[in-house]
């Protein structure tokens, strides 16, 4: 996206707006115009601004489906309260406010300021761009874009599959495409055979990525031994740190289904994960991959490489 | 035997339930059955917590949901984004909970018709599963059972209604005493037993022996003389104190040094690390950060508490420690307990002197107990259980 930034900034003026503050920190020197919003102060007035806004304010008296529980009950307090950030709403003056022609946003759903710009592009009749930063294939923007609140139909993205996607649900899209720059270098059979060896394994390896949003799933499959019949072993490899620790507190024995490092992937014949994940592999899965994704709860078929089956 | 199935969605909700549960088991009142939800993208799902507890069987709503329809999920999602909620939500969160909410719903459900219990117990319902819990089990007749969690704030039912609805969907709210009762929307639901979750602590402020030995446990843990007079400095959330907490802190520190006694500085739960607090209390040898579980366990050994609004202070009270309502600052306090007898206002060091010493109004605080924390005799337990049990 920066490299973007820089070939545009060659034709007109850049204006970069963030609200990263680490962003804003790395890049000030390099680009003129580049401005920082920085969170204001929490006001007391927020809890009353927010039951105005949502309890139930805008969301009226609308029930979940095939229920009476009002909308505003579940999603309200709790869920929408605790990320409610009334500091952002300036962002959309702030955008609206500034004279520019083209935006560029970045794909992060998790924040205000991309979808916000889209939203007021839209209003302004200006041209918005979003461009891939951050994985595309979610489940989130599969929601969003089907139920037609996504506010752009320009997209600047890397990969055949993102492009796929998109067009699923926008059919009317323009996709722009970035030369697709990784390197992919699945394990030799050979090398994966070696490093068995030295470990004292052979036979098939199936390792299992541990991603705490998936534990339930994870330890279905491990009480399941049907479903692990066909391997010889089987690993555990977690995604990050927090599965990491999670791990241990949510399936016993686990430290026996831990292997050092990366090995448990370098060894694997199969992949096997509940979800896909573009975060997972950015350069490609190093073996064959498998997905079970139950009752279809994480989209798998519609966020997955082609190349990857799903169960 | 009734059986009755509690929901333990984050650990404070088992720190409050789990003790219900175990009492009902041990006299034979009813049966115990718990049920989870994985938490939002489970950064502290209930796994985690459920060991502590010693807890190994469990159901899960994933085990029962359906399959969510697309169609479903975008006829909300239409509604939610149509709103000005866009501008100050980030559109994960906004899309993420539409979609986890329809899963709950047809998990509950599923799990309700598959384990038939025979009511649900609850921490509260103002939160995203509890309230799909309880709609789902009220719906079919089941009775469903909330406890007072703490401290009840005017301002929240004022600002958001808090409580007017929290009793949507509820049988019965057990509360902390009868006073408490006006604030609910259906006062007619709510049954006063007393802060359950207290009577363990109560029970042990009577043990002289268990008490001394605890004591010695945790100051020397700290690295406190333990037989020298202690007050904790108990803090709210940071950003509902009023005054400046490093500054306040500072004063505190150093008191401790002229005064010679010590201070155990505990932090809100959901407070998380503060490097700004730890540098300050590495700065006073009387002074120490104490980070454990639960903060009754402090509150039972000190001599009094340094607090600002919540309910720490209010669970003080009932333990019968004095408490100090910190204000340095002299700004308005929401709810001051001192105004209301129960506490004393701290605005310099010579009140500091005071607390630690005792020299309290004990009229004032007798008379705040006797309205405010009646039911404080260590058998709240036994009152809600027995209700549960014959309702």
Not at chain 2, 284 to 295: E, F, Q, R, S, V
Not at chain 2, 302 to 311: I, N, Y
Request: hydrophobic content about 40%.
């Amino acid at each position: 996206m920066i490299d973007t930034l820089i070939n545009e900034s060659l034709d007109g003026g850049v204006h970069i707006v963030t609200t990263n503050s680490a962003f804003f920190r790395g890049y000030s020197g390099r680009f003129e115009d580049i401005y920082f919003i920085k969170a204001l102060p929490v006001s007391k007035a927020k809890d009353v601004d927010f039951a105005k806004l949502a309890m139930p304010g805008e969301l009226g008296a609308a029930t979940f489906p095939d229920t009476d529980l009002e909308i505003w009950k579940v999603l309200s307090l709790d869920r929408y309260k605790f990320w409610y950030m009334p500091e952002f709403e300036f962002v959309t003056e702030f955008v609206s406010g500034t004279d520019w022609d083209v935006v560029y946003a970045s794909s992060d759903l998790g924040s205000t300021l991309p979808i916000m710009t889209g939203y007021e592009a839209e209003l302004l009749g200006r041209k918005a761009i979003w461009v891939k930063t951050e994985p595309i294939r979610t489940r989130e923007l599969r929601d969003i874009m089907m139920a037609g609140q996504f506010p752009f139909n320009e997209f600047l993205v890397d990969s055949e599959d993102d492009k796929r996607f998109i067009l699923d649900y926008l059919p009317d899209a323009t996709i722009h495409m970035e030369e697709d720059t990784t390197e992919r270098n699945p394990i030799s059979q050979e090398s994966k055979e070696v490093l068995k060896k030295m470990l004292g394994l052979s036979g098939n390896v199936l390792c299992i990525l541990f991603d705490k949003r998936d534990e339930f799933q994870c330890r279905e499959f491990l009480n399941d031994k049907s479903l692990r019949s066909g391997y010889n072993y089987v690993f555990l490899h977690p995604i990050d740190l927090r599965s990491r620790a999670l791990l241990h507190t949510s399936i016993p024995d686990a430290g026996s289904l831990l292997l050092p490092d990366d090995n448990a992937l370098k060894i694997a014949d199969t992949i096997l994960a509940f979800r896909w994940d573009d975060n997972y592999f950015p350069d490609g899965p190093p073996t064959k991959m498998q997905i079970i994704d139950l009752r279809s709860m994480n989209k798998a078929k519609q966020l997955a490489p082609k190349d990857i089956s799903i169960k | 035997m009734k059986k009755i199935s509690f929901f333990l969605g984050r650990f404070h909700h088992a720190q409050k339930l789990v003790p219900i549960g175990r009492y009902a088991k041990e006299h034979e009142l009813f049966d115990v059955e718990i049920v989870i939800a994985d938490n939002a993208i489970n950064i502290d799902p209930p796994t985690e917590f459920l060991s502590d507890f010693g807890i190994k069987s469990f159901h899960h709503s994933k085990l029962y949901q359906k399959a969510v329809p697309d169609e479903d999920v975008m006829e909300i999602i239409e509604r939610v984004f149509s709103t000005s909620l866009v501008r100050s939500i980030p559109p994960f969160w906004l899309a993420y909970s539409i979609r986890e909410a329809l899963e709950n719903i047809s998990g509950f459900k599923g799990y309700i018709e598959e384990s038939k219990p025979d009511g649900i117990f609850l921490l509260h319902a103002q939160n995203f599963w509890a309230k799909i819990l309880a709609y789902q089990a009220f719906t079919i007749g089941l009775p469903v059972y909330t406890i007072q969690e703490g401290i009840i704030l005017e301002r929240e039912e004022q600002d958001m209604g808090k409580y007017t609805w929290a009793s949507d969907y509820i049988t019965n709210i057990f509360s902390w005493s009868e006073y408490d009762r006006q604030f609910y929307g259906d006062p007619d639901i709510v049954v006063p037993v007393g802060p359950t979750h207290l009577d363990k602590w109560i029970a042990l402020r009577k043990d002289k022996r268990k008490l001394v030995l605890l004591k010695h446990k945790l100051f020397s843990s700290l690295g406190l003389a333990p037989m020298v007079p202690t007050l904790s400095f108990s803090f709210p959330r940071l950003d509902l104190y009023k005054g400046n907490p490093v500054e306040s802190l500072r004063r505190v520190g150093a008191w401790t040094v002229r005064s010679g006694y010590n201070v155990a500085v505990s932090l809100h739960p959901f407070q998380g690390d503060v490097p700004e607090i730890n540098q300050i209390v590495r700065i006073y040898p009387n002074m120490k950060l104490w980070a454990g579980d639960n903060a009754m366990e402090l509150v039972s050994c000190v001599d009094a508490v340094l607090a600002q609004t919540g309910t720490l202070p209010l669970e003080a009270i009932a333990l019968g420690v004095h408490v100090g309502e910190v204000n340095f600052a002299k700004m308005p306090l929401d709810q001051p307990l001192y105004k209301q007898g129960g506490a004393m206002i701290i605005e310099d060091e010579d009140d500091l002197d005071k607390l630690i010493r005792g020299k309290v109004d004990n009229d004032a605080i007798q008379k705040f107990k006797e309205e405010r924390l009646p039911l404080t005799d260590g058998q709240s337990l036994q009152r809600l259980t027995e209700f549960v049990a014959n309702a």
